[in-house]
């Protein structure tokens, strides 16, 4: 489960910072911050790893969105937010290439999905979601809401607490929300940013593997945006 083509999950990282470093240090917390809840529920240590590998890799679909979408300051026109939705569909295919079991894939694909079945990409709803892309999906929206965005400022731990409590039963599974607002307020205080020493050097993929591991979707994904009458 732990190894892939392109070697461990580290090395993956390492070229995913180097590519899209914003990005790759969201992940890392999210990760950090769904082990946390994941631990507090109980679950066992081999659903705490895939959560773990989860939400390390959920983003990962992003290394093919163009930067001048995921940097743009303003709101996205209708066809940038078509191009940044397909980013889950994009990810679970470099997850599986790369050798990632299904679990984990899972969590790349429908961290989006919503309790209510307003989410994307397939709509799922409730039960439908694993209960591992559950957490992931909550400490995604805790992380993106307390971090600095292009279009906004970050918010306090509190005031995200209090947006997803508000979106409990319609954007966030009621048990998984209960359990992340039981949570005490240091343990949601933000990890330790895991960056990689300069000419540090992994065993695993550089850039150019990574490039050459997403081609297929990058061209994929521009085929099917060419003609957009943005």
Avoid at 13 to 25: I, L, Q, S, T
Wanted: proline share 7%; net charge negative.
């Amino acid at each position: 489960m732990l190894q892939t083509e392109l070697g461990h999950i580290g090395a993956v990282m390492v070229a995913f910072e180097r590519k899209r470093p914003d990005v790759a240090a969201h992940c890392r917390r999210v990760s950090d911050y769904a082990v946390r809840l994941a631990t507090q529920i109980g679950l066992s240590a081999r659903d705490v790893e895939t959560v773990r590998l989860g939400g390390l890799l959920h983003d990962v679909g992003k290394l093919i969105v163009p930067s001048s979408i995921l940097n743009k300051p303003g709101r996205l026109t209708e066809c940038e937010w078509q191009e940044l939705k397909i980013h889950p569909e994009l990810g679970v295919e470099i997850a599986h290439r790369s050798g990632f079991d299904d679990e984990v894939s899972s969590i790349v694909l429908y961290h989006h999905e919503r309790w209510d079945g307003q989410g994307y990409p397939d709509g799922l709803s409730q039960r439908a979601i694993s209960y591992l892309v559950r957490i992931v999906s909550v400490m995604d929206t805790f992380d993106a809401l307390t971090s600095t965005r292009e279009y906004r400022e970050r918010l306090t731990p509190d005031a995200a607490r209090v947006v997803i409590a508000r979106g409990t039963g319609t954007r966030f599974c009621p048990w998984v929300a209960a359990a992340f607002l039981a949570m005490p307020v240091n343990v949601l205080l933000p990890p330790l940013e895991q960056i990689p020493e300069a000419g540090h050097r992994a065993d695993g993929p550089s850039v150019l593997a990574l490039e050459t591991l997403t081609a297929p979707w990058r061209m994929s994904a521009e085929a099917a945006t060419a003609p957009c009458p943005c």
